[in-house]
């Protein structure tokens, strides 16, 4: 285990649903990333959040809605997608931001995202 | 801002022999790579790393050497197994903007 719950590990939804992603961390770190993952791209930064504070936003569309209720968690809150979001979405944690030599990046498992 | 090219996107060798996987870097002032190694239905977990001040780092089979004048960075990984298939990423990070940038992985399959 890598330390890191994502829920579900699966979504199919339609372009007028709401839905939500869900990140669980058990390895006591204080920040909290969301990444896409898309075929023949590299890794894309979502969100990054800090002791809860959300600390960066990599110019995100507005139908991706994070939130951090505490170190532990953290959502994606998704609403009116387009097809070209399906992707996997994987949440990361570190001790500290910015994916540094001295905290790095543990991930979850992935959430495979289809918008049809 | 980085950018970070890895090559092959696709690697096929035979087990037991020796596979190389390379990366270059744009941003002469990113100081840490680390590696990320990405198996079928699982995110990416952290498999060696190396920063700026070192030129080669070995862990059992695996080994990373980097090139700061040259900026670039390899992965190295000997005797190969078949549970090293996997899919392979290279990442760069500045710790001035705090911003790490992965490549764009490279899918290494072992063949038995």
């Known amino acids: 285990e890598t330390g890191v719950t994502q829920t579900p590990r699966h979504l199919v939804m339609g372009m007028t649903n709401k839905k939500s992603l869900k990140c669980e961390q058990h390895l006591g770190h204080n920040a909290m990333y969301w990444y896409k993952q898309s075929a023949k791209k590299p890794l894309e930064l979502m969100f990054v959040y800090n002791f809860k504070e959300q600390t960066e936003n990599n110019s995100v569309p507005s139908r991706f809605s994070p939130e951090c209720p505490n170190s532990s968690h953290l959502f994606l809150h998704l609403h009116t997608l387009q097809p070209e979001d399906s992707a996997l979405y994987l949440c990361?944690?570190?001790?500290?931001?910015?994916?540094?030599?001295?905290?790095?990046?543990?991930f979850g498992n992935g959430t495979r995202l289809t918008v049809t | 801002g980085e950018n970070v090219e890895q090559h092959p996107s696709t690697l096929s060798v035979q087990e037991g022999d020796s596979a190389v996987i390379k990366c270059t870097y744009s941003?002469?002032?990113?100081?840490?790579f680390p590696w990320y190694k990405q198996e079928l239905g699982k995110g990416p977990q952290l498999i060696i790393d190396i920063r700026s001040n070192v030129g080669e780092k070995k862990d059992q089979r695996i080994a990373v050497t980097l090139n700061k004048t040259a900026k670039h960075f390899s992965l190295h990984i000997t005797e190969t197994q078949p549970e090293d298939s996997a899919v392979y990423f290279c990442?760069?990070?500045?710790?001035?903007?705090?911003?790490?940038?992965f490549g764009t992985g490279t899918r290494l399959t072992i063949i038995p």
């Open positions: 941003d002469s002032a990113s100081n840490y």
């Open positions: 990442a760069a990070h500045n710790f001035g903007n705090e911003k790490l940038t």
């Open positions: 990361a944690s570190s001790q500290e931001t910015g994916g540094a030599g001295s905290s790095p990046l543990h």
